[in-house]
């Protein structure tokens, strides 16, 4: 944002350097990104002094130059040799002295230097206007008032402006600098919290109002405008603004088009307030604020024509929209070059309102980026005031109606009601600010005090400060004021020894990061938006229960996450179409749902294996991922986080072309499977991709469950036993597993399956598992005898409750 240091200086008499306001300025938190010289005329005719012709000759060796003496008014009058046929000795002209640069009609520079024309030396140039950039004849050379001193700068003559611009790189939350109002007013702020009193001068608002019938304002929508004022102004004559109106907007980057909208920028720029002026021939008798049918066409002034939303606030007259209310003016409401009777229209609306629509259309115009942020809403009636002031000035109007103005919501005037503890003061900012200073400041900042507790004020915030509501906002505030250099830095650091939770989330997944890390993982972080869509690839996900986002930035980013599955596939395609193909991934990541009008948030762990085992080598062939291999990552997770005696189910999911379900007891803790080739082709991926969805939640509560208990080493040697049993191919090895431990519950310590067959030699419908048993006793060395009898036992019990034979 711009900010002309001339203008701030028509607020306030600021007598400081352009270097000293900027730092300041900065030190306030308004950084200033850059400060720039900027003049009026390029090269601010710096060199150009009045000079008198005293003497004008022909020159001998030409028909049409002539040899003049001219006073500079330094007491040593030089020769110039004068093409110009309108030169005469007694004549007061424009000079460029040696070394003048100057600019021609392309831009281009070109410097007065000492020269020889025809044999004569020429120590200047006696300059024509449009050499000088200030017209376009090239006549002869400019005549000036006789009354003018020998030596008086050309730039005071022509009334040439140099200025010194700011350019603020304005924070999104320092809504009342968005002027040169709210700027000077923090510049003075500093100036008079070290003592330096310095008022601001508001600008001449004085207008006579008329008795005639106002336009008639319906507000259709007050929460969409809670307040809105207008004016009528007729009479006005459109045409190119004064030189200081169209200067004040070139030097902050505005190009000046009329004297009536240049008057409304004029005002933005000055106060914040934005304004628009429509043709009364537009507005006609009655002008209604409220929302159109959705998909109502509105063609804007760039002639582009939008769909509206039903949730767009339009300015309209009786008959059709006129205005993007805040945002856009319409195509023919706009002032014209016969216009003559104008509605000039000061409003504040509802900033999320604004935004939206704004966003909605992909506008970004300096109206939106104030009503955005949150305007001045007490400063509605000063910027209108303003405004036909200067229509009244500039453009001979005559104000033709009262100022109508409808609030329907006065709380937006009334100041922010905040209560400030100055202990928690010195405790937010690690240092002790005297309670005078504190009360200085807070008056500079025209915060008022209404009750003083002692610790405790309570003070008011006023209106336009809408990044002031809270405690911690106003220390913020007293801290900039006060100055961030003041704060000091001690050579001393202090600590303290903080408990730690040794099984806090955070620390857990540190833990289970560091060890997929080893297993060769790569953690990944992806968006949580995502595209919904996706919900229409499966039945898993609960369409009813998505979470939309209501300004999506792009149809891929429209939605909240409901599972890691297709954020973790998108990161597999992306890295395949890199040639990267065999990946072990992880990621921890929320998931979010909409039950009824609870919003859910559920942390998982996201397990994705694709592509070869190992690397290509001499030593032997690849083989490629199975559903094994992410199984016992999973495992080794779980049993990391001290969970284990699992057991699974059958998963019904569709992500699934085969999957199961991971249970300890009773709770839920993952689910893994082979990814259908319905989702692949979706995600236009070819290879086999196995996921694994570990349900962190639950994994949380049941690894605070745990208890770590030590125990001796065994004493006493355990033993090994196998059995190669013969099942129908229905029987799990999970039910073995559960047989054994229910069979034998004191010696046994561990069964293993290490082989699979199911092939030749066997009957129909079965198949042979090999099966290792650990045995131990804790008191004794187990003999031939137990061991034997144990065996038999778990023999008869597989053959028993699943059927099983002792293969031979």
């Known amino acids: 944002m711009k900010i002309s240091y001339n203008w701030l200086k ?27 010289k900027w003049e009026s005329l390029r090269g601010g005719l710096k060199g150009v002094v009045v000079g008198k012709v005293l003497t004008c000759v022909e020159h001998p060796n030409s028909d049409h130059l002539h040899i003049t003496t001219v006073d ?129 001068t508001m600008p001449d608002t004085q207008i006579s109002t008329s008795d005639e019938k106002p336009v008639k304002i319906v507000v259709e929508s007050p929460e969409k405008a809670p307040r809105y004022s207008g004016i009528v102004i007729k009479g006005v004559k459109i045409a190119p603004s004064p030189s200081w ?86 195509e023919n409401s706009g002032i014209k070059d016969d216009t003559t009777d104008v509605f000039i229209e000061s409003a504040y609306f509802n900033p999320v309102s604004i935004r939206k629509t704004a966003k909605r259309h992909g506008f970004h115009t300096e109206a939106s980026f104030r009503f955005e942020r949150g305007i001045d809403p007490n400063l509605t009636i000063d910027a209108l005031k303003l405004a036909a002031h200067l229509m009244c000035s500039v453009a001979g109007g005559s104000v033709s109606s009262q100022i109508t103005d409808i609030c329907s919501d006065e709380s937006i005037k009334k100041p922010f009601e905040v209560t400030l503890r100055l202990s928690h003061t010195a405790k937010l900012l690690g240092a002790d600010i005297p309670a005078d200073d504190i009360k200085k400041i807070l008056n500079a900042l025209q915060i008022e005090i209404v009750a003083d507790k002692g610790d405790e004020l309570d003070i008011l915030v006023p209106a336009y400060r ?58 990944i972080m992806s968006n949580s938006l995502t595209k919904g869509a996706y919900a229409d690839l499966t039945a898993d996900i609960d369409s009813a229960a998505t979470v939309h986002l209501l300004n999506p930035l792009s149809s891929d980013l429209d939605s909240l996450r409901q599972n890691l599955l297709f954020s973790a596939l998108e990161a597999v395609n992306r890295n395949i179409s890199f040639r990267s193909t065999d990946l072990r991934m992880f990621e921890l990541g929320k998931v979010y749902n909409k039950f009824a009008d609870k919003y859910v948030e559920e942390r998982h762990i996201a397990m994705v294996i694709t592509g070869k085992k190992t690397m ?67 995600m236009d991926i070819a290879q086999e991709v196995f996921y694994c969805d570990i349900l962190w939640e639950n994994v949380l509560k049941l690894a605070r469950e745990v208890k770590v208990t030590c125990q001796d080493l065994p004493k006493f040697p355990s033993v090994r036993r196998d059995l190669a049993l013969l099942v129908d191919k ?75 034979t002792l293969r031979q």
């Open 616 to 682: 290509e080598s001499w030593q032997g062939a690849q083989q490629d991922v199975t559903f094994y291999d992410l199984r016992a990552d999973m495992e080794r997770v779980l049993f990391r986080m001290g969970i284990k005696d699992l057991h699974c189910k059958p998963c019904s999911s569709d992500l699934f072309a085969e999957g199961v379900e991971i249970f300890h007891k009773k709770t839920q803790v993952a689910r893994i499977g082979k990814v259908s080739k319905k989702i692949l082709k979706a």
């Open 72 to 200: 500079l008014g330094n007491g040593h009058p030089v020769q110039i040799v004068c093409g110009a046929p309108n030169v005469k000795a007694g004549q007061t002209v424009p000079v460029a002295t040696l070394g003048t640069v100057l600019y021609d009609e392309k831009g281009e520079s070109f410097t007065i230097k000492e020269s020889k024309i025809r044999g004569e030396k020429s120590f200047g140039m006696i300059c024509a206007e449009d050499e000088l950039g200030i017209g376009t004849s090239h006549d002869g050379i400019m005549v000036l008032d006789d009354a003018l001193k020998a030596g008086t700068p050309a730039a005071e003559v022509f009334g040439i402006e140099v200025d010194d611009v700011f350019e603020i790189g304005l924070t999104p939350n320092r809504a009342d600098a968005m002027g040169h109002l709210g700027v000077v007013r923090d510049l003075l702020t500093r100036l008079k919290y070290h003592g330096k009193e310095i008022n601001i």
């Open 466 to 523: 809408v990044d002031v509501q809270r405690e911690a906002d106003v220390i913020e505030d007293i801290l900039r004021v006060y100055g961030y250099n003041n704060i000091p830095v001690t050579d001393q650091m202090h600590t303290a020894i903080v408990s730690d939770d040794k099984k806090s989330p955070e620390r857990l997944f540190n833990i289970v990061g560091d060890l997929l890390s080893a297993c060769g993982y790569n953690e």
């Open 10 to 36: 028509e607020f306030a008499p600021v007598d400081l350097p352009a270097e000293q306001a900027a730092e300041i300025l900065t030190d306030l938190g308004l950084e200033i990104e850059g400060l720039d």
């Open 245 to 330: 109106l169209a200067n004040r907007l070139r030097a902050v980057g505005i190009n000046p088009i009329n004297n009536v909208v240049d008057i409304t920028n004029y005002v933005m720029e000055s106060l914040g307030q934005p304004l628009h002026a429509f043709d009364m021939r537009c507005v006609g008798s009655e002008l209604h604020v409220r929302t159109c049918m959705e998909g109502t066409p509105f063609v804007t002034l760039d002639g582009v024509e939008h769909k509206l939303s039903s949730e767009d606030l339009m300015i309209c007259s009786k008959t059709e929209p006129m205005c993007l209310a805040g945002v856009y003016g319409g």
């Open 730 to 804: 229905t029987v799990t090895y999970e039910q073995l597993h559960a047989v054994a431990f229910s069979t034998e519950k004191n010696i046994l310590r561990s069964v293993n399956l290490f082989d699979v067959y199911e092939g030749k030699n066997l009957p129909d419908g079965k198949k042979s598992y090999a099966l290792s048993f650990t045995l131990s006793d804790e008191s004794k060395t187990l003999d031939d005898k137990r061991i034997d009898g144990t065996m038999k036992k778990l023999a008869d019990a597989f053959e028993k409750q699943l059927g099983s």
